[in-house]
Nanobody, 121 residues
Framework: QVQLEESGGGLVQPGGSLNLSCAASGGIFSINLMEWHRQIPGKKRESVAF???????NLQPSAKYRFIISVDNAKNAWYLQMNALTPDDTAIYYC???????????????WGQGIQVTVSS
């Protein structure tokens, strides 16, 4: 069973930066997409960014010029560098992994446990 472990959240002042990490473990799998999502209080969970093992990346407009998504394939880990944070970025951030198990054509998704990011002075 694939498991995801997140780290790097916390409290930061407006204008500050945080770097979130997510590492996948738990078995043999082929990775399709590595993602970051967030859930702002009172709102639905939303996509923030995703990246492939080859480095193709996409960021939502709210993140495009402030956040950087990157991957370390050797570690099965991916990261979200968040800069110029504002209170509107306060949310629980979740990493997600879209993957396949050898011999099973049905793609699967694993979620991290979620990590709190609070932007406040």
């Amino acid at each position: 069973q694939v498991q995801l472990e997140e780290s790097g959240g916390g409290l930061v002042q407006p204008g500050g930066s945080l770097n979130l990490s997510c590492a996948a473990s738990g078995g043999i799998f082929s990775i399709n997409l590595m993602e970051w999502h967030r859930q702002i209080p009172g709102k639905k969970r939303e996509s923030v960014a995703f990246i492939t093992r080859g480095g193709t990346r996409n960021l939502q407009p709210s993140a495009k010029y402030r956040f950087i998504i990157s991957v370390d394939n050797a570690k099965n880990a991916w990261y979200l560098q968040m800069n110029a944070l504002t209170p509107d970025d306060t949310a629980i951030y979740y990493c997600a992994l879209d993957y396949n198990i050898p011999g099973d054509n049905q793609p699967k998704r694993a979620w991290g446990q979620g990590i709190q990011v609070t932007v406040s002075s």
